[in-house]
């Protein structure tokens, strides 16, 4: 009985947290359908994370991360100044979506706090194999992607890069947690089931590499390389064979891959592969980047008193989509710089809550409390590489990565929290010598 208990909890929490990670295209599905079925679905999923929260709240007799739902409901203040002006609340509702990954804090907590290592790991790993496993297939059979429409939970081919097609999908900081686990099971895992943990980190690497998003890969390699040298930190690791080979081709392909990525060699690459000569995803060219850079800078000329710089300008404010080429009808309220984004809409105020409780909090006390469980580095490290890809494109305003931001916040705060329950383990008594006599004993 209890393992059906298990069981069912695993895939009830597969399924309920798919829906803001987008893992199997529910409201992108709803919104081919009929736009209206959409957006009714999406209001039903706000409702339901409301439920989530109170139930919370009501389980905990406290409000858990409150800071992260504070800035979860800035959204919901400028719905209610934006009806009692008469003004349109569209711009606030996509927002209020948008920031339902934050919203449900309480309750990842609360679900983090009641389950152990083993059931929280594979309810993760399942969603984020099934995201891995849908990316790489929409590569390899470009077909199965719908051709209508941008969701936010849907696996697309964005655009081409020569004959290779790009693929847009939710969830991927979830595969960038699911290959930080992979990576640390190779470590641990015994020879026999070590060709399965590495075919799955593979599996995890090649849906990271086809979103061919340069920075993103650049910062997941430094990240696993990160991860590798903590690992090798323990003489006992560093002293197996097996942990000598992994270092070694793990090394080796980092080092290959950031040479390439980041010197001159790139161009060479590309040009000598066919057909993929003159494409910018295989150089650093910087005509991205300056397109994100005009477009902050146009946003934040609309930042002209100090209350728009403390509060923000409001999600019901509109730049153009292009710069250059403004169209009508193609606007948006967000920006790519994250950071940027965040500050421009909700302000200085939106800007520190984002940063103080969503990473220096759980950060902070994991290293105070320093909790020996074993998802806290790679929850760490997945929090680091969300905060870090935030610096140059959207990731706070996406559902699926304010949820797996919040995942690992919620995780580490769980943690930090149980271990700050632990009754305090008994200390030795340590000897001090006395002024003018033999040592004497004090308490610790």
Avoid at 191 to 200: K, Q, T
Avoid at 409 to 428: I, K, M, N, Q, V
Wanted: aromatic fraction near 12%; glycine fraction near 8%; hydrophobic fraction near 50%.
């Amino acid at each position: 009985m209890q393992l059906r208990r298990r069981e069912t909890d695993l895939w009830l929490h597969v399924g309920l947290f798919s829906l803001y990670l987008g893992t199997f295209s529910v409201f992108g599905f709803a919104r081919r359908l009929d736009p209206s079925l959409g957006s009714a679905a999406q209001l039903g999923l706000l409702l339901l994370t409301w439920l989530l929260v109170l139930y919370a709240v009501w389980r905990s007799r406290r409000l858990p991360m409150w800071g992260v739902v504070l800035l979860a409901l800035l959204p919901y203040a400028h719905m209610v100044w934006f009806t009692a002006t008469g003004e349109s609340t569209a711009g606030a509702f996509s927002y209020v979506y948008k920031f339902s990954g934050f919203l449900i804090a309480p309750y990842l907590w609360l679900w983090a706090r009641n389950r152990d290592e083993g059931q929280i790991e594979r309810t993760l790993m399942v969603l984020a194999t099934v995201a891995a496993a849908r990316a790489v297939l929409t590569f390899a059979v470009p077909g199965l992607a719908p051709g209508a429409g941008k969701f936010a939970d849907d696996f697309i081919v964005y655009e081409w890069v020569g004959p290779l097609p790009r693929i847009f999908y939710p969830g991927m900081a979830l595969v960038f947690l699911g290959l930080t686990v992979s990576l640390r099971n190779i470590f641990q895992t015994s020879d026999r089931a070590l060709p399965l943990e590495v075919a799955r980190a593979l599996l995890f690497l090649t849906a990271l590499c086809v979103n061919m998003s340069r920075g993103m890969l650049i910062l997941a390699v430094l990240i696993v390389t990160l991860l590798v040298l903590l690992k090798f930190s323990s003489g006992a690791v560093a002293a197996g064979r097996k942990g000598r080979l992994v270092l070694g081709a793990l090394l080796t392909l980092s080092g290959t891959a950031l040479v390439v990525v980041a010197t001159p060699l790139a161009d060479t690459v590309a040009n000598a592969a066919a057909g993929f000569g003159g494409q910018e995803r295989f150089s650093l060219d910087q005509k991205n980047l300056d397109w994100r850079a005009q477009q902050v800078s146009a946003a934040f000329r609309l930042v002209q008193t100090p209350e728009a710089q403390w509060l923000g300008v409001g999600t019901n404010t509109f730049i153009p989509e292009s710069l250059e080429n403004p169209r009508l009808g193609e606007v948006t309220n967000e920006l790519h710089y994250s950071y940027d984004s965040v500050r421009w809409t909700f302000g200085t105020l939106g800007l520190i809550l984002l940063i103080t409780f969503t990473m220096a909090q759980p950060l902070a006390r994991t290293l105070l409390l320093r909790p020996a469980t074993p998802l806290v580095l790679p929850a760490l490290l997945t929090g680091a590489f969300i905060g870090l890809v935030g610096l140059y494109t959207v990731v706070f305003t996406t559902t699926d990565w304010s949820f797996a931001l919040t995942v690992c916040g919620a995780y580490l705060h769980a943690r930090c929290d149980a271990r700050r329950a632990l009754p305090a383990p008994a200390r030795p008594r340590r000897a001090v010598p006395a002024l003018n006599g033999p040592a004497r004993r004090f308490p610790a």
